[in-house]
T-cell receptor, first 116, second 114 residues
Framework: AQKVTQAQTEISVVEKEDVTLDCVYETRDTTYCLFWYKQPPSGELVFLIRRNSFDEQNEISGRYSWNFQKSTSSFNFTITASQVVDSAVYFCALSEARGYGNKLVFGAGTILRVKS | SAVISQKPSRDICQRGTSLTIQCQVDSQVTMMFWYRQQPGQSLTLIATANQGSEATYESGFVIDKFPISRPNLTFSTLTVSNMSPEDSSIYLC???????????FGPGTRLLVL
């Protein structure tokens, strides 16, 4: 069965610090996708990134970067120079491919608090 | 990208009653999904709704409790029936716009059952 583990329940940092959110996944599929979503206090779920299993290139988008390593089944997310607006719950998710629509399996989420 | 809206945004309901949540997308999509997020918890898929067919429910969720309609390619409803306080959650719809598996979420409906 698919499983996503986000071992860090809550992280607190001071503004401008770098922070890494860990994500470890389990799957028997040879082809799969991984995602990161952000849920700010307002509650909506914001899509951040998608990574296909065959694409192990790391990605950088502004202050955000992602490190995908199939060898360790990890897909970690780093925020550089954190800001107060980064405070949110961050979810890592794994897609389970099915014929009638992919199911997203979410990790428990990591609460990130950035203090000024 | 598309605009996904949900109604109501929040509601407070009495136990034993039912609430229907609407999800509207401004473009046609094949797959629509309904998730539940219990307080302080992660998201769990309730069901997948395809236009023109019965919704497919995940283990632990049944049609009598969560009936779903999908009358066209831009709209779906989820009903939470015979509610109890345990149904207090955020209910989110999502759509796969690209057919590549990336799901985009509506703003959610915050439900409190007293």
């Amino acid at each position: 069965a698919q499983k996503v583990t986000q071992a860090q329940t809550e992280i607190s940092v001071v503004e401008k610090e770098d922070v890494t959110l860990d994500c470890v996944y389990e799957t028997r599929d040879t082809t799969y996708c991984l995602f990161w979503y952000k849920q700010p206090p307002s509650g909506e779920l914001v899509f951040l990134i998608r990574r296909n299993s065959f694409d192990e290139q790391n990605e950088i988008s502004g202050r955000y970067s992602w490190n995908f390593q199939k060898s360790t089944s990890s897909f970690n997310f780093t925020i550089t120079a954190s800001q107060v607006v980064d405070s949110a719950v961050y979810f890592c998710a794994l897609s389970e491919a099915r014929g009638y629509g992919n199911k997203l399996v979410f990790g428990a989420g990591t609460i990130l608090r950035v203090k000024s | 990208s598309a605009v996904i809206s949900q109604k109501p945004s929040r509601d407070i309901c009495q136990r034993g009653t039912s609430l229907t949540i609407q999800c509207q997308v401004d473009s046609q999509v094949t797959m629509m999904f309904w998730y539940r997020q219990q307080p302080g918890q992660s998201l769990t898929l309730i069901a997948t709704a395809n236009q023109g067919s019965e919704a497919t429910y995940e283990s632990g969720f049944v049609i009598d409790k969560f009936p779903i309609s999908r009358p066209n390619l831009t709209f779906s409803t989820l009903t939470v029936s015979n509610m109890s306080p345990e149904d207090s959650s955020i209910y989110l719809c999502s759509v796969d716009l690209s057919r590549e598996g990336t799901q985009y979420f509506g703003p959610g409906t915050r439900l409190l059952v007293l």
